[in-house]
Nanobody, 131 residues
């Protein structure tokens, strides 16, 4: 079964940190662009961060300097280190991926595609930032 599985979400106080992980099952990540999108209640889905197979990254302005995306092709995983979290970071975070020839377009669009355009999509993990 081809799937992405997220982990690492939870409740954290403002200023705290969380590390999200996304593991691929049934396929390899090394030829994909992969990243994270998030959606808060009542808001549009937005791109958070994306990383290409060549290691090029893209970040939303709202998370630059606070979040770091990385990938480990040997372990078939991608991670998002989130520091200095703010209440406005509260959302469901989903791992998404696309393979060639859509991979570079996905990077350019900060991992935001119409849902049916993704090749792979995780179920999401809740991140809540609250005191």
């Amino acid at each position: 079964q081809l799937q992405l599985v997220e982990s690492g979400g939870g409740l954290v106080q403002p200023g705290g940190s969380l590390r999200l992980s996304c593991a691929a099952s049934g396929f390899t990540l090394d030829l994909t662009t992969i990243g994270w999108v998030r959606q808060a209640p009542g808001k549009e889905r937005e791109g958070v961060s994306c990383i290409s197979s060549g290691g090029h990254t893209n970040y939303a302005d709202s998370v630059k300097g606070r979040f770091t995306i990385s990938r480990d092709n040997a372990k078939n995983t991608v991670s998002l280190q989130m520091n200095s979290l703010k209440p406005e970071d509260t959302a469901v975070y989903s791992c998404v991926a696309a393979k060639a020839p859509k991979d570079l377009l996905l990077l350019h669009r900060l991992c935001v595609f119409p849902r049916e355009e993704y090749d792979y999509w995780g179920q999401g993990t809740q991140v809540t930032v609250s005191s």
